[in-house]
């Protein structure tokens, strides 16, 4: 059969823990599972430093590693990889058909979801043209750079009072720009904020511009109720406003909520077209673990052999 009429049984998008763990089980099944690296093979943690909290290493290991070490096994049991995005989707038709960023077409019987999710960004232009340097969405990836200097963080979530806590350790001050009057943090999180003395927080203030040539020297902000803005001098600026689902392929035909994550079946990683799962970030804003992932990228697995079985 040529490539191009191959039908797969099944094809995993995304190389976070949720599409590791989906193509171990795949593979061990014999299901071959083809399985699509996505736009940062690895997925998030490949941007972290230490990861603590997965069981089995009594040390912890480094994000990267981590991802490496799931790879490896994941390609003892044979996985096809491919360097590149399903951009495309067709899930009303049995096989599905899917086409990857070259325009290359492919079939499968089930298709695996786990493409995760992306950290937002302000939209400023000086903000991506000094990502790396003294911009970033990851504190605990970063935090470190920044000891005996001055940061900035945006977001009122748990995330911003979180990363906001983190980066005491580490900065002299941390300013923390929340764009209304109030939090949507949970009140224990804004209360260990407030609490803090080395945050200093700004209600109603939006950031204008990110400043600095070859890194970040300060940023420009502004009171959205007085209009007054003026500069901030500091050396670090962290952005945690929240993160977007990468489910942008495939939400025309799944059932998602308003900010795109895909709806799957309680104690499930069923859509609602069947044959087609989702596990990992990309339908979990709530836990957004690598261990949580990783467990449904199993459950995405088991599902999918239970439908082709049938
Ligand atoms: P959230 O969506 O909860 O919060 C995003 C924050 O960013 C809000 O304060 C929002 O403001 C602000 N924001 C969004 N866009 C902009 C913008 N353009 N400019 C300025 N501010 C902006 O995201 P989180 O990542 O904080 O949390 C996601 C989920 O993870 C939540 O359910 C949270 O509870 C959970 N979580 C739990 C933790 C814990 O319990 N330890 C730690 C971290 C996350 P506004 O409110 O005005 O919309």
Known sequence: MSEENKVED???????PAGYTAALYTARANLNPLVFDGIQPGGQLTITTDVENYPGFEEGIMGPELMEVMRKQVERFGTRFVMDSIIEAKLDVHPFELKDSFGRSYKTKTLIIATGASARYLGLENETRLQGYGVSACATCDGFFYRGLEVAVVGGGDSACEEANFLTKFATTVHLLVRRDEMRASKIMQDRVINNPKIKIHWNTEVLDVLGEKEV?????????????KDLTLQGFFLAIGHTPNSAPFVSWLDHDDNGYLITQPDSTLTNIPGVFACGDV????YRQAVTAAGSGCKA???AERFLEH
């Open 283 to 286: 339908q979990d804003h709530t």
């Open 10 to 16: 099944v094809i995993i998008c995304g190389t976070g």
């Open 301 to 303: 697995a088991l599902d």
């Open 217 to 229: 020297t300060g940023i420009k902000i502004i009171n959205n109720k007085t209009q007054e803005s």
